[in-house]
């Protein structure tokens, strides 16, 4: 039986409902905006209240709808990151027909990688997942797993190991991976984020997010 491990049970719908309160409950907002590749759009810099932790606000229509995405960066602090122009279209838009998004962005990384980042390659996980999945921008499914079997756990189906081999026209692998801080794409469909420490995750998961509404 195919094994789908969610190493981030429970963090997607904390992050929503943690965006709702600190939307309505921050202090000391300014308002500013990024002229980026995309366009002109707006951002929100705010403090929560309960915390000592600013959030930059990204404001993103979408039709007759608004949205807003809280991130941890502000664009001008990722700007300089290498970025692969093509991964937005890898990720989301169907592989033989342009006018379709994909249905399904299989997340991957290795086992330990989560501990050796303090958690930052789930955070960039959760932040691009609160874009791309059913009840963010884009409507797509979301699966997570890991790219080779966990120590902790043997009888992990090898089946069930994500890689960019499993990449194709209607889904996308994202894989996270350790080095040097860039988004590039791996193959046909396949797209790596990369970052070596916490806080290069952070950075790298913001990015990805402000890429795939077209800041950059």
């Not at 190493?7 to 709702?20: K, Q, Y």
Request: proline content about 4%; some cysteine; charged content about 20%.
């Amino acid at each position: 039986m195919k094994k789908i491990v969610n190493w981030s049970i429970g963090v997607l719908g904390i992050a929503l409902v943690a965006t709702i309160l600190l939307v309505v409950f921050y202090s000391g907002p300014e308002e500013y905006t990024y002229e980026g590749p995309g366009g002109t759009y707006e951002f929100i810099y705010a403090k929560s209240k309960s915390a000592e932790v600013y959030f930059n606000y990204m404001l993103v229509n979408v039709g007759d709808d608004s949205f807003t995405v809280p991130l941890r960066s502000s664009p001008y602090d990722v700007e300089n990151i290498p970025l692969d122009l093509r991964t937005r279209d890898e990720i989301l838009v169907h592989g033989f027909d342009e006018r379709w998004f994909k249905t399904r962005v299989l997340f991957t990384q290795e086992p330990e990688l989560a501990n050796l980042t303090d958690q930052g390659s789930v955070y960039a996980v959760n932040q691009v997942g609160l874009v791309v999945d059913q009840k963010g921008l884009f409507g797509l499914e979301l699966e997570q797993g890991f790219t080779s079997i966990p120590s902790w756990d043997l009888g992990y189906d090898e089946d069930s190991l994500i890689t960019c081999d499993r990449a194709k026209s209607t889904h996308s692998v994202i894989e996270i991976r350790w080095g040097e801080p860039g988004i590039f794409v791996e193959r046909d469909n396949c797209v790596v984020l990369q970052a070596n420490s916490k806080e290069n995750m952070v950075l790298v998961g913001d990015l990805l997010v402000m890429h795939l509404v077209g800041v950059f």
